[in-house]
Nanobody, 126 residues
Framework: QVQLVESGGGLVQAGGSLRLSCAAS????????IGWFRRAPGKEREFVAA????????YYADSVKGRFTISRDNAKNTVYLQMSSLKPEDTAVYYC???????????????????WGQGTQVTVSS
């Protein structure tokens, strides 16, 4: 079992930056692929970014590529999402998610993740 807790959300003006954190507890965190997703009001859950167990490979949605950076510190059991050049359309609840340890591939599909945090609200004003 892996427990995930997101933090770092808030209100920011367009063009600003935020760094989200996803702190994990439970089983060995370094065994899990981690993804970030978001859900805006009235919209479907959307993939944002994912990172492999070692942090050596990452993958981004086209909508955030070049603006967001996912990273991890396995010694601290934490994954980060650095968000820059934020736009009003980035407003959403952001969730981190983990895959079971034997699922080693990066995936953009939300139902291929097994553990979820409670989410953190990001609001970007224009």
């Amino acid at each position: 079992q892996v427990q995930l807790v997101e933090s770092g959300g808030g209100l920011v003006q367009a063009g600003g930056s935020l760094r989200l954190s996803c702190a994990a507890s439970g089983r060995t965190f370094s065994n899990n692929v981690i993804g970030w997703f978001r859900r805006a009001p009235g919209k479907e859950r959307e993939f944002v970014a994912a990172i492999t167990r070692s942090g050596g490979s990452t993958y981004y949605a086209d909508s955030v590529k070049g603006r967001f950076t996912i990273s991890r510190d396995n010694a601290k059991n934490t994954v980060y999402l650095q968000m820059s050049s934020l736009k009003p359309e980035d407003t959403a609840v952001y969730y981190c998610a983990a895959r079971l340890a034997f699922r080693v591939g990066l995936t953009t599909t939300w139902d291929e993740y097994d553990y979820w945090g409670q989410g953190t609200q990001v609001t970007v004003s224009s």
